[in-house]
């Protein structure tokens, strides 16, 4: 009788420990977000800027939301749509992601949007820009509507403000071009087409002649022979968008060394924080339109993230990521505060009715370090809204690894210097 005593008691003892214990797992709630970012292959080194730039969001909130726990599913797209979507399908239907966030390609939204509303799952604020993206949503909004939502605008919208800078700059006497023949120049990508088409109406609008167009892979390093080219061509300015960090500095060096000899616009060059020690004083004197940590507080955020990591971040990539996962992180403060639960169904829904409707804005009172506000409406989907108060890019010139405002004038840190 005592041996039973004993074991009855012993058993509820380890019952109880079981209730208490399955009460305690139950208790941690953990909201598994998707992070999507190109950690290897030809853009991994902006891919684990876009990742560490997220987590430092993430960290400053101790990693919770709430009383949830948040856990990063990364998901390495590899630059290439196909693997992008392998890894998508695994990151939701083994590791259990409820949230994707982020992503870097063009290519690579175009394919994994349809994984995003094939599993339910809101994708927000990927940084791939392409007009294709907004063909795609807007042909089947309900499809998509809540699933995708994109970070960086159409070029269409934002790069008109280069024609309006040359000229202004011409007009000023500051750029004397002997002719108006451009180059132009862009990656084999969808974006790199889409910022190519833009390119050509712009300058053709403008009164350019388009003397050469090419593009150019994303593993292309040699360009002496293409240089060449565009030397005899005898063009006024080369205007192109490359976003691979040694493609593009490389780029750079080798047109220093034919002596190409006319100013550059290399739209997407500061997209990597490490592009100077890649192109050294080959990208003095180079224009780019991106955004500036200019701000007390961008320049804090990036002296962090430079002590943490031991590199510059970029303003595109690091900077966006880290505003694009502080956005997140006030929009699903939200959802909780709505309906009490963090889910990839409650949270779209806060999506539709009060981020793309313009009730959940971000902006530079709430700690945003690229832009001045990020804000959507129905009229921008799914691209946020553009202009001087909110989403809109000036036009830097480099020198010395910096980057230093020349247009709009009334943003101006300097002034446009022809080399």
């Not at 797209?77 to 939701?92: F, G, H, I, L």
């Not at 192109?279 to 961008?298: E, H, N, W």
Request: contains cysteine.
């Amino acid at each position: 009788m005592i041996g039973w005593r004993k074991l009855f008691t012993y058993g509820l003892m380890l019952s109880l420990s079981a209730t208490v214990a399955v009460t305690g797992a139950q208790a941690e709630k953990v909201l598994k977000i998707g992070g999507m970012a190109p950690l290897t292959g030809p853009s991994a080194k902006t891919g684990q800027e876009i990742k560490q730039s997220a987590e430092m969001a993430f960290e400053e909130v101790g990693n919770k939301i709430g009383d949830y726990k948040v856990e990063f599913v990364w998901i390495d797209s590899q630059s290439d749509p196909a693997k992008a979507t392998n890894a998508y399908a695994e990151a939701v239907e083994r590791k259990g992601i409820q949230v994707g966030l982020l992503n870097w390609h063009s290519s690579v939204a175009i394919a994994v949007m349809d994984m995003a509303a094939k599993y339910k799952i809101p994708h927000l604020f990927g940084i791939g820009g392409s007009s294709v993206i907004n063909e795609k949503y807007n042909k089947d909004p309900e499809k998509y509507g809540g699933y995708w939502l994109k970070s960086w605008p159409i070029p269409q919208k934002t790069m008109t403000g280069y024609v309006d800078f040359l000229e202004d700059a011409i007009a000023s006497g500051t750029f004397k071009p002997k002719n108006k023949k451009v180059v132009i120049f862009a990656e084999d990508t969808d974006w790199g087409r889409d910022i190519f088409a833009g390119a050509k109406k712009m300058f053709g609008d403008a009164g350019w002649e388009i003397v050469a167009e090419d593009f150019l892979s994303q593993q292309q390093t040699e360009f002496y022979p293409l240089l060449t080219k565009w030397k005899k061509l005898d063009p006024s300015l080369v205007f192109g968008s490359y976003g691979m960090p040694v493609g593009i500095t490389s780029l750079l060096k080798q047109s220093k060394e034919v002596g190409l000899g006319v100013p550059m616009i290399c739209d997407g060059l500061g997209w990597a924080g490490e592009w100077y020690s890649l192109a050294g004083s080959a990208s003095d004197y180079t224009l780019d339109m991106i955004q500036k940590l200019a701000t007390d507080q961008a320049k804090a955020w990036a002296a962090n993230y430079e002590k943490k990591y031991g590199d510059k971040p970029s303003p595109s990539s690091g900077g966006l990521a880290y505003d694009s996962a502080k956005l997140f992180i006030k929009l699903a403060e939200r959802t909780l505060e709505k309906t009490g639960k963090l889910d990839s169904e409650n949270l779209r829904q806060v999506v539709v009715d009060e981020l793309l409707t313009g009730k959940i804005t971000y902006s530079a009172a709430d700690g945003a370090i690229t832009v001045s506000r990020f804000r959507y409406n129905k009229d921008s989907l799914p691209d946020p809204v553009v202009g001087i108060e909110d989403w809109y890019l000036p036009i830097i010139q480099y020198k010395g690894g910096k980057g230093y405002i020349v247009f709009p004038k009334a943003w101006a840190e300097a002034d446009f210097v022809v080399k």
